[in-house]
C-alpha cells in the first residue's frame, strides 16, 4: 500500500476525514523540512559573517556542527506543534473526544459505563 489514495479509500467508511488528516501531516513534514533547511542556512551564514567579531577560535567544522544541531531542534518543534494541531483536527472532526470536547460529553461515555449493584 504505497498509494496513499488507496489507503483513504480503503478506510473511508471507518474514518471519513482520513484523507484531509494525512495532507495535513504531509504539510507539516514538509513544513518541518523547510524550517530544518533555513534555520541551518541562516545560522551558519550568520556565523560565518561574524566570525571576526566574534570571540571564539573555533574551528570552522563546529559551525556546521552548532547550525545543524539548532536547524534540526527548530525542525523538530515545528513538526512536534503541527503534528499535534493535525491530530486534535482530525480527532475533532472524526467526532471524537478531545481537549474542547471531552469523551463524557461526547455520549461515548454512556454507552461504554456500566454500574454494578
Not at 483513504?8 to 514538509?30: A, D, G, M, N, W
Not at 560565518?48 to 545543524?68: E, Q, W, Y
Request: proline share 3%.
Amino acid at each position: 500500500m504505497n498509494n496513499m489514495d488507496q489507503l483513504t479509500e480503503q478506510y473511508k467508511e471507518k474514518f471519513p476525514h482520513l484523507k484531509s488528516y494525512t495532507e495535513c501531516v504531509s504539510r507539516t513534514f514538509i513544513s518541518g523540512l523547510a524550517a530544518t533547511f533555513i534555520t541551518f542556512s541562516g545560522t551558519y551564514m550568520a556565523v560565518s559573517l561574524l566570525k571576526n567579531k566574534l570571540p571564539s577560535s573555533r574551528p570552522g567544522h563546529l559551525n556546521v556542527v552548532a547550525a545543524g544541531l539548532l536547524g534540526t531542534l527548530v525542525g523538530f518543534q515545528v513538526v512536534y506543534t503541527r503534528t499535534k494541531a493535525c491530530n486534535n483536527g482530525w480527532l475533532a472532526a472524526e467526532d471524537r473526544a478531545t481537549y474542547l470536547r471531552p469523551l463524557a460529553e461526547s455520549g461515548a461515555a454512556d454507552s461504554s459505563t456500566t454500574h454494578a449493584d
